[in-house]
């Protein structure tokens, strides 16, 4: 049986997996690598560490299988999208600008100025700011033009640049393309005016490539290097959300899922016709392009979401394991007596954009308990995922689920009550990324019908909303949205207000 290597480069560390025509993933491996974030808000990450982690993930793979006992069809990619990787002919040069990184906030200003958001939105199809490819190129252009002259190519993904490495082709697939705001989403193509309005030279962006399309063989120094086959197939891959909603289940039109992880997501597959989002959503909704170029993902995110039971972990629950703050929420009962938490620990992006909003408790009373606080937290995610499927205005009967919170029953059954869908917990949830690159590979290979075959995403775990408990949160969502509005001039204030100083120092 024909199987493929796959491999995705994440934000902290590589994963290899060996994917089999049937959904099996074989046998994985992982290798870490750190970011540096540096003042400024400044946060990058060496290419070389990506190319590092991905030998010794692989490296992982053979000491757990024998390649040459396998029938490899080729490596399929995934990875981090809107990083700035400038390269030169044989490797990068300096570090990738990861997208977390915002130094280049008076260029977005700038570029807003001279473009003007709705000009922006228009052609890119989404809200540009300073974490867009845009800002950051016009940044290295005023502050590094050194370095930029020196490129004779800028990757945007990190996968694309470790695909360069192991065949020597540049390229950028679809769905990256579309969150660096230099692409035209209606046209499939890049902006190359736009750019040109900038003073930027399109000669250095990187040809366009489907995510299945193969562009090149593996390089004979690389096969020595990672212990495989002379001329293996690479193929291009596609950004980690593409892979991960493929992976998911929801691949096909009409079809949800999220992703609940230390932040989130909620996103879902339209035909690309669906173009306007609903009016006011425009800035906090994103619309990637899907694989298939007739289709677009639409994504709501969330800055933090299972990040907020971290913290309850780490300061009200006394480092106690995660099992057991699932007993503890499950002895509350639904509403939390009466108990509402805002999950905005550290601003939000949808369905609001709002650096300054914070997280509280609303409610507390003499009678509340850590159990209380606790299910709180997990019932304020939920709510504030409702909100973002509200914003998205699509949300199929069936909601597909990954990511680690997705372990967790209480917290499903929560969602589930909140959201008034079966859940649906995809097995497996660590490997949607590479299970989805190899599915999106595989289909092009006619190894597949659609982006989401049957009995190759299994299922482990559903969930059914509970009537009583489903009519108990429709009652407190509607306090939940309304809380932020109330609140918002209170959370400018409190960041406008200054530093309190140290007690010990006053």
């Known amino acids: 049986m024909p199987e493929l290597i796959a491999l995705d480069i994440g934000t902290t560390g590589t994963k290899a997996a060996l994917v089999s025509r049937d959904g099996r993933i074989l046998a994985s491996g992982y290798s870490a690598y750190a970011s540096h974030n540096q003042a400024g808000n400044r946060v990058e990450q060496e290419p070389d560490a990506w190319w590092l982690a991905t030998s010794e993930a692989i490296a992982q793979l053979r000491t757990r299988l024998s390649m040459h006992a396998h029938e490899l069809a080729g490596i399929a990619l995934s990875g981090q999208m809107q990083d700035l990787i400038p390269i030169a002919a044989d490797d990068a040069i300096g ?22 958001e709705e000009e922006l939105l228009r052609v890119t199809g989404n809200a540009q700011d300073a974490s867009s490819l845009l800002a950051k190129w016009c940044w290295l252009q005023a502050h590094d033009a050194e370095r930029l002259a020196a490129a004779q190519t800028i990757l945007f993904g990190a996968h694309s640049y470790v695909a360069w490495r192991l065949c020597g082709a540049t390229s950028c697939d679809y769905t990256t ?80 899922y999220g992703y609940l992880g230390m932040s989130g997501w909620v996103a879902a597959t339209l035909r690309a016709t669906v173009r306007a989002v609903p009016p006011g959503a425009e800035r906090s909704i994103f619309t990637l392009r899907h694989p298939d170029l007739q289709r677009v993902v639409r994504v709501a995110p969330m800055l933090t979401a299972g990040g907020n039971l971290d913290w309850v972990r780490a300061e009200i629950a006394r480092d106690e394991d995660y099992g057991a703050l699932n007993e503890i929420a499950a002895a509350a009962p639904v509403g939390s007596n009466g108990m509402i938490y805002l999950p905005y620990l550290n601003g939000e992006r949808s369905p609001f954009r709002d650096p300054h909003a914070r997280a509280c408790f609303v409610g507390i009373g003499g009678r509340t308990t850590r159990a209380d606080l606790i299910r709180a937290v997990m019932e304020g995610v939920c709510f504030a995922y409702r909100s973002l499927f509200d914003g998205l205005e699509t949300m199929a009967e069936t909601l ?88 918002r001039s209170a959370f400018a204030q409190l960041a406008a207000a200054p530093a309190v100083l140290d007690p010990s120092r006053s």
Do not use: C
């Open 95 to 116: 570090p990738a600008v990861l997208y977390s990184d915002t130094r280049s906030q008076r260029e977005a200003q700038m570029i807003i100025a001279q473009i003007g």
């Open 400 to 487: 597909y689920v990954v990511g680690g919170g997705a372990k967790s029953d209480v917290w499903m059954q929560i969602l589930a009550d909140v959201l008034g869908r079966e859940l649906q917990v995809v097995a497996e949830p660590e490997h949607a990324a590479v299970r989805g690159a190899a599915i999106i590979v595989g289909r092009e290979m006619g190894w597949y019908e659609d982006f989401a075959p049957r009995d190759i995403i299994p299922v482990a775990r559903s969930y059914a909303p509970r009537d009583r408990a489903h009519s108990a949160y429709e009652e407190q969502y509607g306090v939940f949205v309304a809380l932020y509005p109330r609140l």
């Open 177 to 256: 393309a579309s969150t660096t705001g230099l692409f035209d989403l209606d046209h499939n193509v890049w902006a190359t005016d736009l750019l040109a309005r900038l003073g930027l030279d399109p000669q250095k962006l990187p040809p366009l490539a489907a995510a299945a399309a193969q562009i090149g063989t593996l390089k004979t120094a690389a096969a020595r290097a990672l212990g495989l086959p002379a001329d293996l197939a690479v193929f291009a891959g596609a950004g980690d959300l593409a892979a991960t909603t493929v992976g998911a289940g929801a691949g096909e039109p009409n079809r949800s």
